[in-house]
T-cell receptor, first 118, second 113 residues
Framework: GAVVSQHPSWVICKSGTSVKIECRSL??????MFWYRQFPKQSLMLMAT?????????EQGVEKDKFLINHASLTLSTLTVTSAHPEDSSFYIC??????????????FGPGTRLTVL | RKEVEQDPGPFNVPEGATVAFNCTYS??????FFWYRQDCRKEPKLLMS???SGNEDGRFTAQLNRASQYISLLIRDSKLSDSATYLC??????????????FGKGTHLIIQP
C-alpha cells in the first residue's frame, strides 16, 4: 500500500519560534499533498493543497505567510509554522494522493504531528 | 450550516450488536463519499468508500442517498476493536483534479464487552 510519513511526530516549542514539519510519500510519487489541522474534539480541517513545483493553494482563513508550504519534490512537502503561538497548538496531518492508485483519488494520511507551543 | 454533520455520540453498544451511523452533507456538488476511522490521537484511516448503489465490506455496509444528501454506515456483529471515531468524509473532486477532503466531526463508538 501507499505509505506516508511525517516528521517529527511531536514537537514542543516556545512561542515565537518557527517549526518545520515534513511529509514524505515513501513508496510512490505524489504530485498533490494536502495539509490538515485538527483541534481537540474537532474535525480535520483542510489548510492547504500542495502541488509539486507550484504554489500551494490555501483555504479561506489560513494565512499563507504564517503557514509556509514547500513541495519541492514528488515525495516531500514541508509545512513551516512561522512565529508559532499557543493557539497554533494542534495536530497537523498531511495526506498524499497516489496517482497510480485507485480512480477516486484516495488520500493516504501521514501519522500526524502534534505541535505544542508554550 | 456545517458542511458535513454527524451525531457525535458517544454510542455505547454491547459487543455483537448492530449499530448505524448517519451523516448529512450540505454541498450537492460533492462527488465522492467515504467513511474513515480514527483511533485516539492517530491519523484517520479509510474504512470504505460509499457508492450510490450501496456497498458492503464484510460486517460494514455503506449507503448513499444523493437526493437527501445523506450517508449511512451499518456495522453488524460489532467487535471490541470497532471502538473508534467514525468520520464521514466528502470530496468535491472538480474535473480531473484532486480536492481536499471535507470531514465531519466524527461519531464516537464504544463497544462494551
Amino acid at each position: 500500500g501507499a505509505v506516508v510519513s511525517q516528521h517529527p511526530s511531536w514537537v514542543i516549542c516556545k512561542s515565537g519560534t518557527s517549526v518545520k514539519i515534513e511529509c514524505r510519500s515513501l513508496d510512490f510519487q505524489a504530485t498533490t499533498m494536502f495539509w490538515y489541522r485538527q483541534f481537540p474534539k474537532q474535525s480535520l480541517m483542510l489548510m492547504a493543497t500542495s502541488n509539486e513545483g507550484s504554489k500551494a493553494t490555501y483555504e479561506q482563513g489560513v494565512e499563507k505567510d504564517k503557514f509556509l508550504i514547500n513541495h519541492a519534490s514528488l515525495t516531500l512537502s514541508t509545512l513551516t509554522v512561522t512565529s508559532a503561538h499557543p493557539e497554533d497548538s494542534s495536530f497537523y496531518i498531511c495526506s498524499a494522493i497516489n496517482p497510480q492508485g485507485s480512480s477516486y483519488n484516495e488520500q493516504f494520511f501521514g501519522p500526524g504531528t502534534r505541535l505544542t507551543v508554550l | 450550516r456545517k458542511e458535513v454533520e454527524q451525531d457525535p455520540g458517544p454510542f455505547n453498544v454491547p459487543e455483537g450488536a448492530t449499530v448505524a451511523f448517519n451523516c448529512t452533507y450540505s454541498n450537492s456538488a460533492s462527488q465522492s463519499f467515504f467513511w474513515y476511522r480514527q483511533d485516539c490521537r492517530k491519523e484517520p484511516k479509510l474504512l470504505m468508500s460509499v457508492y450510490s448503489s450501496g456497498n458492503e465490506d464484510g460486517r460494514f455496509t455503506a449507503q448513499l442517498n444523493r437526493a437527501s444528501q445523506y450517508i449511512s454506515l451499518l456495522i453488524r456483529d460489532s467487535k471490541l476493536s470497532d471502538s473508534a471515531t467514525y468520520l464521514c468524509v466528502v470530496n468535491m473532486e472538480s474535473g480531473g483534479g484532486a480536492d481536499g477532503l471535507t470531514f465531519g466531526k466524527g461519531t464516537h463508538l464504544i463497544i462494551q464487552p
